[in-house]
């Protein structure tokens, strides 16, 4: 995926800039240790957008098969609906694909784009009010933790009724 070479991200979204270079980025953060799925959405050939689906299970001896999620589209390419086909996409293939149990995603407590479009495709607060505090790109950040259950997300509208292969 030719992500590192996209222009720089400006105004809201410069601080996620680092999220798209070669060394600080996600793909070689979350990818390159651990396992990962990575999507590319294709527009006329050119990639607009990818999401990442990178498996752990952050709690101890539970079975359940879980991911987080991450979005990133193409900076000339914000506002055109991308993110939220994006998403739909990606958790159509996270649940009725690859069989997860959870997805989850940490989103900045500042991030009004993801508080206010993660909960409309099913996510939900784990414990709203609750920030977690981490140091990112040598910055510290506040996130909220949100979670899907695939039993939540059968219920949801954006699930479909066809499996994505
Ligand atoms: C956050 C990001 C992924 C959003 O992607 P985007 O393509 O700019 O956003 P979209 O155009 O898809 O926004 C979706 C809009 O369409 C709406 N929408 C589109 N289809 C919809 C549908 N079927 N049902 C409900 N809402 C829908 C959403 O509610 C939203 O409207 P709003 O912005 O007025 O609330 C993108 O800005 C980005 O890559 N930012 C930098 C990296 C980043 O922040 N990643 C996420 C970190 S948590």
């Not at 979005?71 to 991308?82: D, E, I, N």
């Not at 784009?113 to 495709?121: A, D, M, Q, R, V």
């Not at 140091?135 to 259950?149: A, D, P």
């Amino acid at each position: 995926m030719a992500v590192s070479i996209w222009p720089h991200y400006r105004g809201y979204y410069k601080r996620l800039d680092y999220a798209l270079r070669p060394e600080t980025g996600w793909i070689k953060t979350y990818c390159e240790n651990s396992k990962c799925k990575k999507y590319g959405g294709y527009v006329e050939d050119k990639l607009i957008g990818f999401t990442l689906l990178v498996f752990q299970n952050p709690k101890p001896n539970s079975r359940r098969r879980m991911a987080e999620f991450f979005v990133a589209v193409h900076p000339k390419m914000l506002g055109r609906g991308f993110g939220w086909q994006l998403g739909v996409q990606t958790l159509r293939k996270a649940f009725n694909v690859l069989h997860l149990d959870e997805v989850f995603l940490r989103v900045r407590n500042d991030h009004d784009w993801g508080i206010e479009n993660y909960p409309k495709l099913g996510f939900k607060e784990t414990s709203p009010g609750r920030l977690v505090e981490e140091v990112v790109n040598g910055k510290r950040v506040s996130f909220r933790i949100m979670t899907l259950t695939k039993e939540r997300y059968q219920k949801h509208p954006s699930s479909g009724k066809t499996d994505v292969t």
